[in-house]
């Protein structure tokens, strides 16, 4: 027996619905850190325990080996696939000008727990206000600020956004992801999402994208030795951090901390213009409230650039005026 075609409406009807199931099923897969229950935050020597009972390792470099020593207080929060290291040797620096360093592994990266997977942007504010407070409460005497590199500078934006965030003096923000959908091209957001929802799990890596992230190559093979450098990626955290990216560049009009903005011209990671345009929209009253630094030969890992001292000296100099 001869089965009829079938009608074309219906073929695309059912087409549609194989599609929607298959999306369905494959939507990004979102995790959060596995631990015993909440519990009261906590801040160790080697690790902090945050608002849910999740416990991230912790770096601290003190001047001098001591806090007393301490004129400022950083919380440097690192960027996407790196880890609290990254500032190591930017630390040594500011520990000669008086200035202690506290870093932490954001869950997901580095030896945090659920290495590889993306939580949710809300959680990641959630630890930066927690070790705010843990850190506030420790030494209330000691000016507090905070560093954000690339996806630590989305993190921070998020975080100290509107009226509930913890009192802090202020922030740097290092070539801050702000890339936003609403700054990208219609078919960068199109792919992106297509593959977040139907091969989430694939993992790939920057390689093919031929993006120079420094001038400093002795550095980049450094960071491509070290095991807690995340090399492959998987698109259901791509797309996480994208989720991140857009609700900072939102959030630039309700950012009302005085903030120290630095980025690259040579940056290849992140556009200028989403930058440019958050910056613009930051408060900028009172007077003073944010600052802008472009470097001609900066590139996206200012700090660990060839030319990082320069950038480094003017953060210190930031910091005292």
């Not at 003190?62 to 790196?82: E, K």
């Not at 802090?168 to 070539?175: F, N, R």
């Not at 992230?213 to 450094?222: R, V, Y």
């Amino acid at each position: 027996m001869k089965i009829p075609p079938m009608p074309s409406t219906v073929f695309q009807s059912f087409f549609f619905l194989c599609c929607l199931l298959l999306l369905t099923s494959c939507a990004p897969n979102f995790t959060s850190a596995e631990n015993s229950g909440k519990s009261e935050p906590q801040l160790q020597e080697t690790l902090f325990i945050s608002y849910d009972g999740t416990k991230l390792p912790l770096q601290v470099w003190p001047p001098s080996g001591s806090m007393d020593a301490a004129r400022f207080i950083l919380i440097a929060v690192h960027g996407f696939n790196d880890y609290s290291n990254f500032i190591k040797s930017s630390a040594q620096y500011f520990n000669r000008h008086q200035i202690a360093v506290y870093a932490y592994d954001q869950r997901g990266f580095g030896n945090a727990p659920v290495r590889g997977r993306w939580g949710s942007s809300e959680a990641m504010a959630q630890d930066l206000k927690t070790l705010v407070r843990l850190i506030t409460q420790k030494y209330p005497d000691q000016p507090l600020y905070l560093l954000g590199h690339s996806m630590g500078g989305a993190v921070i934006i998020q975080a100290m956004s509107g009226e509930n965030h913890p009192d802090i003096a202020g922030a740097i923000l290092v070539a801050p992801a702000l890339w936003a959908r609403s700054t990208s091209p219609l078919y960068q957001n199109v792919a992106l999402w297509l593959v977040a929802h139907t091969i989430p799990w694939y993992r790939v890596t920057g390689e093919a994208l031929y993006r120079k992230p420094s001038d400093n190559i002795e550095m980049l093979k450094e960071q491509g030795r070290d095991p807690m450098v995340i090399k492959e990626t998987r698109y259901d955290t791509i797309y996480g951090l994208q989720n991140l990216m857009d609700a900072a560049y939102a959030a630039a009009d309700n950012y009302k901390l005085k903030t120290l903005v630095l980025y690259g011209h040579l940056d290849e990671i992140i556009p200028q213009k989403p930058v440019l345009d958050a910056f613009q929209r930051f408060p900028a009253q009172p007077a003073g409230q944010k600052q802008l630094i472009l470097y001609e030969n900066g590139y996206h890992m200012l700090l660990r650039d060839l030319q990082g001292e320069n950038v480094m000296k003017d953060i210190v100099l930031w910091l005292n005026n």
